[in-house]
């Protein structure tokens, strides 16, 4: 279900948090806020839950204002960042919080649970208390927990900002999977850009409060709408006063002249990270940039400090007007 | 170097409290029986001494309950509100730990004496404070009053808002996020703070005596008793009262001992 944010505002005290935003996430996807932390994402996350009240602006889900709706009446599933286990109550009274509130029947509630349970791998750990869980565990434990009331969005802070990175990228892939099954429209608030263009369908970049961009991640790496996006979401570096990738440029040693549009340089540092060489290079014209190329091509190259080479973009990929971006 | 000092140094420890705690309070265990149970038993059934006993249970089954909903209250109120004042309000609630109870107690009659404050007001409406039971119930309520908020606040501050808002979420409305996650959450803390409320009112001396006028069968509690029962000569008599007081004294913390093991071995878990 479509979730709509119009003209969000918030301030804390002096700090703005989020300036005038408005962003439509579609019905099922998978949609993130990638920023820097402090950058609002989360306290957007926060007021489309009804955790935190709107200065200005309005939230609606499903085409119903919830503007002033109280969270608990929203319908909305919201995992924190360190999951908030009810600490006092067993897995399984966990995920039945939801369902005990809303009084439903003794039988549907340990039907619906042993589904859940299942769904999130943790049926043999019904009987646990969130403490004997492991971090990966208890996150999963959110999720069922906040899956249990049926709700319109699931709202996720942070999924996997606690984690270790083998279990972080295993979670990953199986909330993807889960999201394929259940359709159910997530927003997902994450800092680490590789995580986002992982998991998310769609991506919505928020910085210093207000919201710099929305698309796919294709869409946003390829044709940034400006400068942070862009420096955000990949490897950048500035060539003949241009942003570009690393790996768009190409190196020339250039024994038959250097190619039109190339610019001359000295190789400064050559450091070899596995299947990705860097190679730092100091432009004639003053500057430096630097030049990602696979470890075939750098050994063609034969590079070493010092060594004159040539820099070229290639297959630059056309940058559409910034009107045309879809900035909704 | 650490076996040759480990037995001496429990030897002391244990001196320490043997001498201070379990020699004296066993003396007087001792002293109470020790012309049988009969005796004792009339020195506890004579009037004066079962008014007493009941007077403080009464008082205790006032206070207690009073300090606990309002210690819980400001425990919310300053873990989970931010309002101008809120410092004062934590530094006023220490009061009664800082200031003797000699002090409370002539506090308190200054403002609800017949001279003070409130007490025209009052006694134009038939309300007598001071030198009755209100009075002491009030002097009780002041002196044992940080005691929950010491216990409760700061196991509010360290679970945080995160587990409360999840329960929002889920649906959960003011009263059951309260009642289902809050209170499970604060219980052992409360339940030591109650259980020092307790102790401090039922043991509480020096305020009562201030605003009670320990008068013998209507304002007299057991503390007050056994002070009389030690100026009148009778020793039996304050022998039995401190054993009623410390009777009364295990009753409650056994009770809550019992009751926070055996609703909650999950705090095993999360609190080590």
Redesign the interface.
Known sequence: MSIHVEGISKRFGDAIALDDVTLEVPSGSLTALLGPSGGGKSTLLRII???DAPDRGSIRIEGEDLTVT?????G???C?Q?Y??????TVRRNVA??LE??RRPKTEIARRVDELLELVGLSHLGDR????LSGGQRQRM?LA??L??EPKVLLLDEPFGALDAQVRHQLRLWLRQLHGTLQVTTVLVTHDQEEAMEVADRLAVVNQGRLEQVGSPADLYDHPANEFVLTFLGPATRLGGAWVRPHDLVLHRAPGGPPPGALEGTVARVTHLGFEVKVDVDLAAGGTCWVQLSRGTAAELDLRAGQRVWVARVAPVPRRPRQELSRI | MRTRWRLPLRLAVLAYVGLLVVLPVSTVFYRAFQHGLGAAWDALSAPDALHALWLTLLVAAVAVPLNTVFGVGVSLLLARHRFPGAWLLDALVDIPLAVSPVVIGLALILVYGKTGWFGNWLAARGITVIFSLPGIVLASAAVSLPYVVREVLPVLQE?GT??E?????????PL?VFR??TV??I?RGLAYGVTLTTARVLGEFGAVAIVSGAIAGKTQTLTLFISASIDDLDPQSAYVGAVALCLSALIVLTVMTVTDRSR?A?HR??ML
């Open positions: 839950a009804g955790l109280p969270a608990r009446h929203r909305v599933g919201f924190f360190h908030a286990p009810f600490r006092h109550l919080f939801g509130i809303r208390y969130p403490a004997q959110a927990r906040a249990a009331i | 679970i995160e587990q808002q999840a329960a929002r979420t889920l649906g959960a409305g059951a289902r996650i499970p959450n219980r909650h999950w878990e999360t």
